[in-house]
């Protein structure tokens, strides 16, 4: 079956540091990869895809997430956290059936320290 | 000029009547999809349009019925509200069917079912 998984519920970081939430799949074929954030009552916002190509994806706010077909993972990562970071993160991956779905994570909830 | 609106922002009702959600996009998109959050977060797909055409229809209680009268719109009509069905309901658009295009989400609605 096909799946995604954040094997963290929540990451902790001091500002400044770098980030890293997990993420990890399980697909048939090539996977479609995503990330999004949700900030506080808000709405989910796309950061960055992964189709094809360069395996280091850059997207918005500084974010990038590497694609390790090895080891079936699609890390997000950022080189030096910001208070303003602090939101939950969805990792989700196409359905490879019939009507191409996203399959999501569970989130995981990022709090950057001041 | 928001890109995917939702109408109403909250919504509290007694059980057992009926409520609907309204939803727009003005991104031209051609997709558009609800999902439903529940309490701890996670997202799950309800259904999905293509130009108007009911492409998914994951396992929800007939109660809820969609309705798209044209590709900008997508409404969500529940009948017979029922307490599980609290939750925050998200609208979002994207191009194409394919799972490739990132969606773009409307800001939700917090449904609470008394």
């Known amino acids: 079956a096909q799946s995604v998984a954040q094997p963290e519920d929540q990451v902790n970081v001091a500002e400044g540091n770098p980030l890293t939430v997990k993420c990890t799949y399980s697909v048939s074929g090539n996977p479609y990869l995503f990330w999004y954030v949700q900030y506080p009552n808000r709405g989910l916002q796309f950061l960055l895809k992964y189709i094809t190509g360069d395996n280091l994806v850059k997207g918005s706010y500084g974010f990038e997430a590497e694609f390790n077909k090895s080891q079936t993972s699609f890390h997000l990562k950022k080189p030096s956290a910001l208070v303003s970071d602090s939101a939950l993160y969805f990792c989700?991956?196409?359905?490879?059936?019939?009507?191409?779905?996203?399959?999501w994570g569970a989130g995981t909830k990022l709090i950057i320290k001041p | 000029d928001t890109a995917v609106s939702q109408t109403p922002k909250y919504l509290v009702t007694q059980m057992g009547n009926d409520k609907s959600i309204k939803c727009e996009q003005n991104l031209g998109h051609d997709t558009m999809y609800w999902y439903k959050q529940d309490s701890k977060k996670f997202l799950k797909i309800m259904f999905s349009y293509n130009n108007k055409e009911l492409i998914i229809n994951e396992t929800v209680p007939n109660r809820f019925s969609p309705k798209s009268p044209d590709k900008a719109h997508l409404n969500l009509h529940i009948n017979s509200l029922e307490l599980g069905d609290s939750a925050v309901y998200f609208c979002?658009?994207?191009?194409?069917?394919?799972?490739?295009?990132?969606?773009?989400f409307g800001p939700g609605t917090r449904l609470t079912v008394l």
């Open positions: 989700a991956v196409r359905d490879m059936g019939s009507n191409y779905q996203l399959i």
């Open positions: 979002a658009s994207s191009q194409g069917q394919r799972g490739d295009n990132e969606q773009f």
